[in-house]
């Protein structure tokens, strides 16, 4: 009886580590300018929001903030929303990241995705991948801890969402999970915050008097 109440909680304990993440994911990239990114994600849509702020004096200059147009992927339509607030529009398109593939003409030999080993970065276990794409190299560091996730973050407004031949590469080997840090030579962005509770239900939406284009 004790051993099957152990497995029990060893299966959930494992399902739980596995399941699809669902919260919010805050990124971080300074070098020239400070570049903020926070993730929305549930199962079926993720929302991203970006920011950027000129460096002064070696600290971010708050006040100059430029926000970038919000991104909504949508899983279950296989569509990319781009809410343009200036003028109150939504743009909808295939997601651009897979079409972008398609006009790289991106074949299997053209991506290699090598496990390098083992790391903990915060409170998280990350395993470090070497992604080669056509030669270009992204290292990344993803943990399983917070659970499966839709979307690739792999470097500054670049993102691999699911159906992504070079996401697929990568689950292939190993890196299904959330990223916490990727590098692109010196530009390295860092997972600095995130929770894992349910996003607020409007980030997913369309808000009211938004033109769908």
Excluded at 180 to 201: E, F, H, W
């Amino acid at each position: 009886m004790k051993k099957l109440a152990v497995l029990i909680a060893v299966l959930a304990f494992l399902t739980d580590s596995y399941a699809q993440f669902e919260g919010t994911l805050v990124y971080d990239c300074t070098l020239k300018t400070k570049v903020m990114m926070t993730v929305y994600e549930t199962k079926g849509k993720v929302r991203v929001e970006a920011k950027s702020y000129p460096m002064k004096q070696g600290a971010a200059d708050i006040l100059k903030g430029k926000e970038e147009d919000p991104l909504l992927f949508d899983f279950q339509t296989n569509k990319q929303l781009r809410f343009v607030d200036k003028r109150r529009a939504v743009v909808e398109t295939e997601f651009s990241e897979l079409e972008a593939e398609k006009q790289m003409k991106l074949t299997d030999g053209d991506i290699s995705v090598e496990k390098t080993g083992e790391e903990v970065i915060g409170k998280l276990n990350c395993q470090h991948f070497v992604v080669k794409i056509k030669g270009d190299q992204r290292d990344l560091w993803i943990t399983k801890d917070l659970g499966a996730s839709n979307i690739c973050l792999a470097g500054i407004l670049l993102y691999y969402p699911a159906g992504s031949m070079i996401l697929n590469k990568i689950k292939s080997a190993g890196g299904d999970g959330v990223v916490v840090k990727s590098q692109i030579g010196d530009q390295v962005v860092n997972l600095t915050n995130y929770q894992t509770r349910m996003p607020p239900a409007y980030n997913f939406e369309i808000p009211a008097g938004y033109t769908k284009m």
